[in-house]
């Protein structure tokens, strides 16, 4: 109120109070209405019709006298609201305003405002891209994504899209597809966003990067831009790690792969494929400036419980490699796999793929609490896999050689204490002993070591210890570290972001500005008028197409088909838009205007 008397150039004078004791409307999905609050200053009224040209919020006259509200006392999507959030942002008094939880403020309000943007590791411009998306203007979208991260398509297949968990969508009915319509931009990327990347002058300075994969690819592209001379060390024979030998082809082909790491190397980049770095520090001694180890997490692990040590026993991501490399695999005809997550269920999925008759899939947590995806266990139903939450594993039987079986106790609870010990109950209840003649590990995955004499600090599943806040390998100067590496198993996003942090630290080290930020489209002035849709809070979410089961389970073919034109148009509209509400201008308190002049 204060405010809006400094505004008005209001002097002297008490306002006179008028109680209202309205009830807060909470009906809507995103805001409060509370009229107790309102001055009827108009504001949001003319947001709402002039700015955005929904026209949802109006004076309304009735025998109680005026207020602003909605005709018919409508609920805001029943009347269209595009729930943009431009009305809360010009409120001065909080009668319109954001629910309880919706803005976190453990963060700085502008960040706040765009939760999928935030919550993304690699900060995409989720809402630019798909406004551009919803206008038609594919490609502009698919310079807005490799604006941040140089794997689009790669992305819009496997993402875990955490920045769908937040998306204020979903309070509305069904969160918008991020990942799908990232996929759609990516998949018809003709690469003319390339006219717009700069490489800068070369600085002199040579990095090399250990590791082909997702992490050290990334660190590779933005420090070659930066004008860095980058060779990238790689011991297998193929770039790619695990997005070439760890994901299936069925959810990622390696044409997409190599393609998208062909697009990274052609700035310049020297690969070296084949070659086994066992000692980051030999590559100082042979004059880089900065070696960078991104060798991920490619080895599996096991439980040590009796007979993990017996014929048939193996792990999953040793499958999933010797699938991709096309090697011979005698697989067993009733398989038990231990694991719940993606790595677990993409093998369970791949040896139905190569004609195994049987598998089962047993894990710790519940139905509810797995680590996979619910998109790839619902599918994995689909195709016959059985799943059995709950379990814990008690031996692996065998016939004094070979695998015969797992002996199984269901889990009535679990938690872990300060040491990071697993804390079982088990439920009573007999166990029970699953026939199989392989068993198969997915209980996570650990880093290959380097040699003992580098004398690197390791933490967890042969990670390497870093400094604090930093990349950089704790004690030695010139050598960082990023990804999988550093962190433990992580999703591929995840390292991707690992990998432009490290660039930016290592630019820093070798005298850069540590700016890795790239602008491959023009910053056009925002279209705030967004009008109204009918029936737009009851828009449905879009579904990619999915083959039929026995389509999926006869071969490796991708099992998802991207979005045609019109439903990626149709669900580019369902975006909220909320990145729009920074644009507005901020509501001004008394202190932020001139002082008026008191009367004499």
């Known amino acids: 109120m204060q405010s809006v008397a400094q505004y008005m150039g209001l002097r002297g004078g008490r306002m006179k109070t008028v109680g209202k004791n309205i009830s807060s409307d909470t009906r809507n999905p995103l805001f409060v209405r509370d009229m107790n609050r309102c001055i009827q200053c108009g504001r949001c009224v003319r947001a709402c019709e002039e700015v955005r040209g929904v026209k949802v919020l109006d004076y309304c006259h009735t025998e109680a006298g005026s207020s602003i509200g909605i005709p018919d006392n409508k609920l805001m999507g029943e009347a269209g609201c595009r729930f943009c959030g431009a009305c809360v942002e010009v409120c001065p008094t909080g009668s319109l ?42 490609e502009d979208a698919v ?34 597809s991020i990942c799908s319509l990232k996929r759609y931009a990516a998949n018809s990327d003709s690469g003319s966003w390339k006219k717009h990347r700069i490489v800068k002058p070369q600085t002199g300075k040579r990095v090399a990067v250990i590791g082909a994969g997702p992490a050290g690819l990334t660190t590779a592209y933005y420090l070659c831009k930066q004008g860095h001379q980058v060779v990238v060390f790689e011991r297998k024979d193929i770039a790619g790690g695990m997005l070439q030998f760890g994901i299936p082809q069925y959810r990622l082909s390696e044409d997409i792969v190599q393609r998208e790491i062909r697009d990274i190397l052609d700035i310049g980049i020297e690969i070296k494929c084949n070659t086994n770095i066992t000692n980051p520090k030999l590559l100082l001694a042979k004059g880089f400036d900065a070696v960078i180890a991104a060798t991920g997490a490619q080895c599996g692990s096991v439980l040590p419980i009796p007979g993990y040590t017996s014929e048939g026993v193996l792990t999953a991501i040793g499958i999933l490699e010797a699938t991709a490399k096309k090697e011979n695999i005698k697989i067993g005809k009733r398989v038990f796999i231990i694991g719940g997550g993606n790595v677990a269920f993409d093998c369970a999925r791949t040896l139905k793929r190569l004609g195994c008759e049987s598998i089962d899939l047993a894990c710790l947590e519940s139905r509810e609490c797995m680590q996979a995806s619910a998109e790839e266990i619902e599918e994995a139903f689909e195709e016959g896999i059985r799943v059995h939450p709950c379990k814990t594993f008690i031996r692996i039987v065998t016939d004094g050689k070979r695998v015969t079986g797992v002996e199984t106790a269901n889990v009535d609870s679990f938690t872990f204490d300060e040491n990071n010990k697993l804390q079982l109950k088990i439920a009573a209840g007999e166990n029970h002993i699953y026939d199989c003649d392989m068993v198969i590990f997915a209980v996570g995955q650990k880093s290959e070591t380097f040699d003992d004499f580098c004398g690197f600090a390791v933490g967890k599943a042969n990670t390497l210890v870093t400094e604090a806040n930093s990349c950089q390998v704790l004690g030695s100067e010139a050598i960082f570290a990023a990804g999988d590496i550093t962190t ?30 790239e602008m491959l489209l023009d910053r056009d002035e925002q279209e705030h008028f967004i009008g109204r849709i009918a029936g737009f809070d009851k828009l449905e979410r879009a579904s990619e197409e999915l083959l039929p089961v026995a389509e999926r389970i006869s071969g490796f073919k991708q099992t998802t088909k991207a979005y045609p034109d019109k439903t990626a148009t149709a669900e580019a509209v369902r975006c909220l838009q909320c990145d729009l509400r920074r644009d507005l201008e901020k509501v001004k308190f008394w202190n932020s205007y001139d002082a008026v002049p008191s009367e004499e």
């Open 97 to 138: 305003r954001d629910k309880e939880g919706i803005i976190n403020d453990t963060v700085p309000y502008e960040q706040a405002l765009v939760p999928c943007q935030l919550k993304c590791p690699a900060h995409i411009d989720i809402p630019r891209y798909i406004r551009k998306l919803a206008k038609g203007k594919i």
């Open 488 to 517: 433990g198993t992580k999703f591929v996003i995840s390292a991707i972001a690992a990998g432009r942090d490290a660039a930016i630290e290592v630019d820093q080290f070798l005298g850069g500005q540590g700016d890795i930020d």
């Open 143 to 176: 310079a807005v994504i490799r604006e941040k991260v140089p794997f689009p398509e790669t992305l819009g297949l496997i993402c875990n899209h955490s920045c769908e968990d937040v998306c204020r969508r979903g309070m509305v009915n069904q969160p918008v």
